[in-house]
């Protein structure tokens, strides 16, 4: 039995309801290794460091690199699409899915991917590593959208996974 205490408790619980009634939280995944890019002007940029190289995007949208070999960076591509959850990458309009569904425990346990659109207008879901859901978090934390969560991811497509370096927001 869950305990409702404050008036924030019955709001997230409206909120799980109307989500739940919707439809959102249905699992259906599928994978595709097509890499639609953006040429849209992007708002924020995230940056990885590690011990290898820092990525990073300029104001041109091109890629800065250090310290990675050329092999490397051939296969390094830009992903565009709605960033959302596994449980919901089946929903009916993703651009319309919403931050505080992206927020619930359940949606970010299930670990956040890319809904990319495709030529047939049917999207495909892929997801993140460790370091794309790390991304992930943080940009939805930051982030003043509360739809039509476009983004840009930079990283490299791998057994059904993106490897994720950068998350821009489109």
């Keep these: 039995m869950v305990k409702i205490v404050n008036k924030k408790d019955i709001i997230y619980m409206m909120i799980f309801v109307v989500l739940v009634c919707c439809g959102c939280g249905s699992k259906v995944k599928s994978v595709s290794d097509k890499t639609p890019e953006s040429n849209e002007k992007n708002s924020q940029v995230f940056v990885q460091n590690n011990s290898e190289n820092t990525v990073m995007i300029n104001e041109e949208n091109q890629e800065i690199t250090d310290g990675r070999s050329e092999e490397i960076q051939e296969s390094v591509k830009s992903f565009y699409g709605i960033l959302i959850d596994e449980d919901c990458s089946d929903f009916e309009d993703p651009p319309k899915h919403d931050l505080p569904c992206m927020l619930m425990y359940s949606c970010r346990d299930s670990g956040y991917?890319?809904?990319?659109?495709?030529?047939?207008?049917?999207?495909?879901?892929?997801?993140?590593?460790?370091?794309?859901?790390?991304?992930?978090?943080?940009?939805?934390?930051?982030?003043?959208?509360m739809n039509g969560l476009y983004v840009t991811v930079t990283g490299i497509y791998e057994d059904g996974v993106i490897k994720v370096q950068s998350l821009i927001e489109s």
């Design 113 to 145: 991917g890319l809904n990319i659109l495709q030529d047939d207008g049917t999207y495909e879901f892929i997801m993140f590593n460790e370091n794309g859901q790390k991304l992930s978090w943080d940009y939805l934390n930051k982030t003043t959208r």
